[in-house]
T-cell receptor
């Protein structure tokens, strides 16, 4: 069964450094998402992406965050200047149809640790 | 309570027993979805129930939705040790692409 893959599985970064998290969504999916889960807390929506542009973002997704689909397969999340509070699991997801009406398929996540 | 609150927060049962988890939400939704998360892994979609549906089955899973009470329940019948995981409800609000997740129920199935 096709799956969403994320790399790296664990990223350790110094505060203030830039980090890029990578995702390969399911190949025929059109909608892409990033979520995060701080340890012990809820999964929180960050951003959705469709047709090469952001279609929706949350309050968490401020100017420090950006997303890109640099080629036909990868979908990346960049955090420009990391803060301690950015430490979390970051999940990429994709869906075949409009995200509110179709299941979303998640990767296993990248654990981001900011020192 | 907040959007997508599950109860109980934790549930421990014996293999073979049924497990019931409840979810409440506050907004107008297109659908409600249930996901499972094994420790250290991503979320796996289990079942989606649309706002005009009242009940849905998938294998050992049974989901109900009561839009008048803004609540849903997930029943896992004849539980197995492999069902041990956290279970989350997620709502797709009308007009939005994002999913809003609840805080989850940690299910422990004792062999």
């Amino acid at each position: 069964e096709p799956e969403v893959t994320q790399t790296p599985s664990h990223q350790v970064t110094q505060m203030g450094q830039e980090v890029i998290l990578r995702c390969v969504p399911i190949s025929n999916h059109l909608y892409f998402y990033w979520y995060r889960q701080i340890l012990g807390q809820k999964v929180e929506f960050l951003v959705s992406f469709y047709n090469n542009e952001i279609s929706e973002k949350s309050e968490i997704f401020d100017d420090q965050f950006s997303v890109e689909r640099p080629d036909g397969s990868n979908f990346t999340l960049k955090i420009r200047s990391t803060k301690l509070e950015d430490s979390a699991m970051y999940f990429c997801a994709s869906s075949a149809g409009f995200g509110g009406e179709q299941p979303q398929h998640f990767g296993d996540g990248t654990r981001l640790s900011i020192l | 309570s907040q959007q997508g609150e599950e109860d109980p927060q934790a549930l421990s049962i014996q293999e073979g027993e049924n497990a019931t988890m409840n979810c409440s939400y506050k907004t107008s939704i297109n659908n409600l979805q249930w996901y499972r998360q094994n420790s250290g892994r991503g979320l796996v979609h289990l079942i989606l129930i649309r706002s005009n549906e009242r009940e849905k089955h998938s294998g050992r899973l049974r989901v109900t939705l009561d839009t008048s009470k803004k609540s849903s329940s997930l029943l896992i019948t004849a539980s197995r040790a492999a069902d041990t995981a956290s279970y989350f409800c997620a709502t797709a609000d009308t007009g939005r692409r994002a999913l809003t997740f609840g805080s989850g129920t940690r299910l422990q199935v004792q062999p």
